[in-house]
């Protein structure tokens, strides 16, 4: 796995857990198991419950239990999700988490909120992305930095695989959640993940995952490059890890 430390900034840094396997991995890797010295003054674990399905209070419960077992401050949030007119229920819940990092970000002073993004994630973004016809911005997809308000994120495990993630756990016997909602592919990006990629990675190219991360590296890299400041032309490679 290549974890991307290098994005984290010096200060504090808040890290968004749902439970799922990306967020519980992402805890333990950069507390490294909350055996990092200072884990409890760099990093605080943030989490939402956003009451929409009946596992979610359990949900809470585990996260909160897993800072305490790294060692960590746990900010955790009851939230209701009321849509706004012409608003999805999946953006009206990311309305409301974007609030609550936003206020504990003022409030601990965060530099930065990591979060569990993943290659897989970025494939299936790519691919999303197509289907509205992006420009090579959009298809650039999920970016190792960005801010949204008043938040900075950074992404680490953008170079991980969503499979090498879990075997990371299991090696060490650690536990995760699945959001059962995850199965519903009325969803869009569930469709994606759990039709379209399987499809293609059978029928046109194995390394399809890897294929499009790299794709995206490269985007990323020539926009970096066309702005003023920037250096070389819209074909230059990815800087970096790459």
């Known amino acids: 796995m290549r974890v991307d430390r290098s994005i984290l900034p010096p200060g504090r ?11 519980v991995a992402l805890a333990f890797l950069l507390t490294k198991g909350g055996r990092k010295k200072n884990a409890a003054e760099r990093f605080v674990i943030l989490h939402v419950d956003h ?8 949900e809470y419960r585990f996260v909160k239990a897993l800072a305490a077992r790294l060692g960590i401050p746990f900010k ?55 289907r509205r016809a992006s420009g090579p911005e959009g298809l650039a997809g999920i970016k190792e930095k960005s801010e949204v308000g008043g938040i900075r994120f950074v992404r680490p495990l953008l170079g991980c695989r969503d499979s090498e993630l879990k075997a990371y756990l299991r090696k060490y016997g650690e536990e995760w959640r699945e959001d059962s909602s995850n199965a519903d592919v009325s ?13 293609l990675v059978e029928n046109l190219d194995r390394d399809l995952v890897q294929h499009i991360y790299r794709i995206t590296r490269y985007l990323a890299a020539a926009g970096r490059n ?11 490679g990815p800087a970096g890890r790459e």
């Open 13 to 23: 840094i808040g890290l968004a857990v749902s439970g799922g396997a990306d967020s």
């Open 51 to 58: 009451g929409l399905r009946p596992e979610s209070k359990e």
């Open 76 to 130: 955790g949030c009851r939230a209701k999700v009321a849509r706004r007119k012409n608003e999805s229920l999946e953006m009206a819940a990311r309305r409301v988490r974007l609030a609550f990092f936003e206020k504990q970000t003022a409030r601990l002073g965060l530099d930065a909120v990591a979060t569990g993004h993943h290659m897989d994630d970025v494939a299936e973004t790519f691919l999303m992305r197509i």
């Open 187 to 199: 969803i869009e990006r569930n469709k994606v993940r759990r039709k379209i990629v399987p499809f």
């Open 226 to 236: 066309r702005r003023p400041g920037g250096a070389g032309g819209p074909h230059a």
